[in-house]
């Protein structure tokens, strides 16, 4: 099983910056992917950015140029650099892993964080 932890969420006016982290723990064999959903009230959770095991990216149009995404492998950790904030970003924040972990050895399975909420005030 693995657990997923995000921080760093919080309040920002418009135009500021935020930095989120997520840590990984328990008995992971191998991490396939790492990255960032977010859901506002009243609305379906949507991909903000994901990296691959190969270092493959990809993000949501609403956030190029404005987010990077970023990982440290060794850690199990992965990070949401969230850049010229719009109060359009306002959401809960989920971190996201998929991976083989004990004991399902042969499977990958897709884990979720409880959320960080972001607020972006105009």
């Known amino acids: 099983q693995v657990q997923l932890v995000e921080s760093g969420g919080g309040l920002v006016q418009a135009g500021g910056s935020l930095r989120l982290s997520c840590a990984a723990s328990?008995?992971?064999?191998?991490?396939?992917?790492m990255g960032w959903y977010h859901q506002a009230p009243g609305k379906q959770r949507e991909l903000v950015a994901v990296i691959t095991s190969d270092g493959t990216i990809n993000y949501a149009d609403s956030v190029k140029g404005r987010f990077t995404i970023s990982r440290d492998s060794a850690k199990n950790m992965v990070y949401l650099q969230m850049n010229s904030l719009i109060p359009e970003d306002t959401a809960v924040y989920h971190c996201?892993?998929?991976?083989?972990?004990?004991?399902?050895?042969?499977?990958?399975?897709?884990?979720w964080g409880q959320g960080t909420q972001v607020t972006v005030s105009s």
């Open positions: 328990g008995a992971i064999f191998s991490m396939k992917a």
């Open positions: 996201y892993a998929r991976a083989v972990s004990r004991p399902y050895y042969s499977a990958e399975i897709n884990y």
